[in-house]
């Protein structure tokens, strides 16, 4: 049985998935993206998106990350799994 073309497989998957681990989170401003956007958010599902944009449009631009508190169903824990990826500039 010729394992090699497993082997190179594993070999490629492995490759890739450490490759993925290691990138840098892609930042999101909080003040201009839009519901999809938001969404991506680790605890940040298609409605908490919808309401951040919502409140953001009644209230006007976030003045840094720990404001989205403010809006409801965004608890502090969220914003410590997200505040690598938050910006508001």
Do not use: C, H, W
């Amino acid at each position: 049985m010729n394992r090699t073309p497993l082997i190179a497989t594993l070999v490629l998957l492995f490759s890739l998935m450490t490759g993925f681990a290691q990138a840098e989170p892609v930042a999101i401003n909080i003040n201009t993206a839009d519901v999809t956007t938001l969404a991506e958010l680790t605890g940040v599902g298609q409605s908490k998106a919808e309401a951040i944009v919502a409140y953001r449009e009644a209230n006007g631009p976030f003045a840094a990350p720990q404001d989205l508190a403010n809006v409801k169903g965004i608890g502090e824990r969220t914003i410590e799994k997200n505040a690598e990826r938050l910006t508001v500039k």
